[in-house]
């Protein structure tokens, strides 16, 4: 058996209290990307995800769309304005909870894996920031440095469940011993794949299987700045640092108030 576990986090709505697509809608427009159209037809798509209200027909027409959408982008301009805009549009939304839990696994020896529907573009510079040791995220195919429309690799439903088994063949981990916490019952397979699944504000869907199934329910609800005290430009490990020592700071002081342990610990 295998002595190595981990932590597998979905991001939107789970460590991050928006949707990071969503969030990068605006400095795309200013950095030309898109149009005030494509803006505001994001924010539409981001309040049904934030109430709960896209089914998988909608959810299959967005990524449709997305698709085309970015058809043609500069990679290397898209990677440009998340790394520089990540602060301003992510770092209000993170759960205080989530960055407990992840210091938490950590301290525990467990590995943090990010895993997301999102371009990697935007989930690997998230999950370095957040101190992750490794992501997943939806793939798009690049050709001479822009986006060609098509996906190699789309990060949902079941996929996410089979890239989880993919790396922890890799690196060795355990998942009957391991975690894993999301909002949405497309990511069942994902909660499924491990020997400890939590649903975190869950949809209806998801806290009925949740119930069915045994997994933990958690309810996150404090969103806070963490990085705000830290001044940017950073080195991303340097940021990743700061973000998780803030976590144990976190743990420190909310500690007392914690009526949950985690199993396995």
């Known amino acids: 058996m295998s002595e190595r576990t981990a932590a597998f986090f979905d991001l939107d709505k789970t460590i991050i209290a928006t949707s990071s697509a969503a969030a990068f809608s605006r400095p795309f ?27 998988a027909d909608q959810t299959e027409r967005m990524r449709a769309y997305l698709s085309a959408l970015v058809t043609g982008w500069d990679v290397a301009q898209v990677s440009s304005i998340v790394n520089e805009t990540l602060h301003e549009h992510i770092d209000p939304y993170v759960y205080s909870e989530a960055m407990v839990l992840i210091a938490e696994h950590h301290a525990a020896g467990r590995d943090v894996v990010v895993v997301s529907a999102s371009g990697s573009e935007l989930v690997e510079p998230i999950a370095q920031a957040l101190g992750a040791d490794h992501a997943i995220a939806t793939r798009m195919a690049v050709e001479d440095g822009r986006y060609t429309g098509q996906i190699d690799f789309y990060a949902y439903g079941e996929n996410k469940a089979a890239a989880m088994r993919e790396l922890a063949a890799q690196q060795g981990y355990d998942l009957a011993r391991s975690f894993a916490y999301s909002d949405s019952i497309t990511d069942a397979p994902m909660l499924d794949a491990v020997g400890y699944g939590y649903a975190v504000n869950p ?36 940021i990743g640092l700061a973000v998780v020592a803030a976590a144990v700071t976190a743990l420190w002081l909310v500690a007392r108030r914690r009526r949950r342990r985690l199993p396995g610990q």
Do not use: C, Q
């Open 29 to 55: 427009f200013a950095g030309g990307l898109i149009n005030r159209r494509s803006v505001l037809r994001s924010a539409y798509s981001h309040f049904l995800y934030m109430i709960g209200g896209a089914d």
């Open 203 to 238: 949809d209806r869907a998801l806290r009925r299987l949740a119930h069915e199934k045994g997994w933990g329910v958690l309810t996150f609800s404090r969103p806070v700045s963490l990085w705000s005290r830290i001044p940017a430009p950073r080195p991303s490990h340097v």
